[in-house]
């Protein structure tokens, strides 16, 4: 029985702001976690708050103060702490701005531009990471060519990839361009929407994700990145 001082190990981990809690549990099963100076592999061993809990021999400490930072993500930048290739991570754009440590809430790929949530907030990171949750999410494609009324119609009555079906939540374009297309989808598969108009011929020649959970790229510039209000912080937590 988990009493009110205890807490399940990958929770304390993601409360530490370095992962989410899926991740947090995969650190522990790897044995990258020691409890007391002990390793251990079971993610969901109850820890104290008087427990010394440790990270490859570093010591991990719950987070008092909570971070929310919205970032405008550009292309040719890798959504993670960092990479062994060199390349600009999202973090070297956040670099010493945020004293906190905080670590990104799913992935955009190395092209995608748009939106990103990076918190140390654990509970909320794994819950909007969630499939179950149908997170909503809102891209911009601009294709090498115009979308046909035929392929539209397809996308917006949901097809079969490899990997099972697909489903979008709408489909539209913005404006007068044919080649320019919005669509909005929850599914968390892997590059989704690049897939989906590469199953049809198209290619993405830029893809932006312009709203997340509700968030939109006003006033937020390219590169930038900015604190969520209190409000957005609570109209996050209402969509979980």
Request: charge should be positive.
């Given at each position: 029985?988990?009493?009110?001082?205890?807490?399940?190990?990958?929770?304390?981990?993601?409360?530490?702001?370095?992962?989410?809690?899926?991740?947090?549990?995969?650190?522990?099963?790897?044995?990258?976690?020691?409890?007391?100076?002990?390793?251990?592999?079971?993610?969901?061993?109850?820890?104290?708050?008087?427990?010394?809990?440790?990270?490859?021999?570093?010591?991990?400490?719950?987070?008092?103060?909570?971070?929310?930072?919205?970032?405008?993500?550009?292309?040719?930048?890798?959504?993670?702490?960092?990479?062994?290739?060199?390349?600009?991570?999202?973090?070297?754009?956040?670099?010493?701005?945020?004293?906190?440590?905080?670590?990104?809430?799913?992935?955009?790929?190395?092209?995608?531009?748009?939106l990103l949530?990076?918190?140390?907030?654990?509970?909320?990171?794994?819950?909007?990471?969630?499939?179950?949750?149908?997170?909503?999410?809102?891209?911009?494609?601009?294709?090498?060519?115009?979308?046909?009324?035929?392929?539209?119609?397809?996308?917006?009555?949901?097809?079969?990839?490899?990997?099972?079906?697909?489903?979008?939540?709408?489909?539209?374009?913005?404006?007068e361009d044919?080649?320019?297309?919005?669509?909005?989808?929850?599914?968390?598969?892997?590059?989704?929407?690049?897939?989906?108009?590469?199953?049809?011929?198209?290619?993405?020649?830029?893809?932006?994700?312009?709203?997340?959970?509700?968030?939109?790229?006003?006033?937020?510039?390219?590169?930038?990145?900015?604190?969520?209000?209190?409000?957005?912080?609570?109209?996050?937590?209402?969509?979980?």
């Open positions: 029985m988990e009493n009110s001082e205890e807490i399940r190990l990958n929770k304390y981990i993601a409360h530490c702001g370095i992962t989410s809690r899926r991740k947090a549990a995969e650190l522990v099963k790897n044995g990258d976690i020691s409890v007391n100076d002990v390793c251990v592999t079971d993610p969901f061993i109850l820890v104290k708050p008087e427990d010394i809990v440790c990270y490859k021999g570093k010591l991990l400490k719950q987070q008092k103060n909570l971070v929310y930072v919205l970032m405008n993500k550009p292309k040719d930048t890798i959504t993670s702490l960092s990479d062994e290739k060199g390349r600009r991570t999202v973090m070297d754009i956040i670099d010493k701005k945020v004293k906190e440590r905080i670590y990104p809430v799913g992935r955009l790929d190395y092209k995608t531009t748009g949530l990076l918190t140390n907030d654990g509970d909320l990171a794994t819950k909007l990471a969630h499939p179950s949750h149908k997170i909503p999410k809102i891209y911009q494609a601009k294709l090498d060519k115009d979308l046909s009324p035929k392929d539209l119609d397809t996308i917006r009555k949901g097809f079969e990839l490899e990997d099972g079906p697909v489903e979008v939540d709408w489909i539209q374009f913005p404006g044919k080649n320019v297309v919005n669509v909005e989808i929850h599914m968390g598969k892997n590059r989704i929407v690049r897939r989906i108009f590469e199953h049809f011929g198209y290619e993405i020649l830029t893809l932006d994700r312009i709203y997340y959970a509700g968030l939109t790229k006003k006033d937020l510039p390219r590169s930038w990145f900015r604190h969520l209000t209190e409000k957005e912080v609570i109209m996050l937590k209402h969509f979980i």
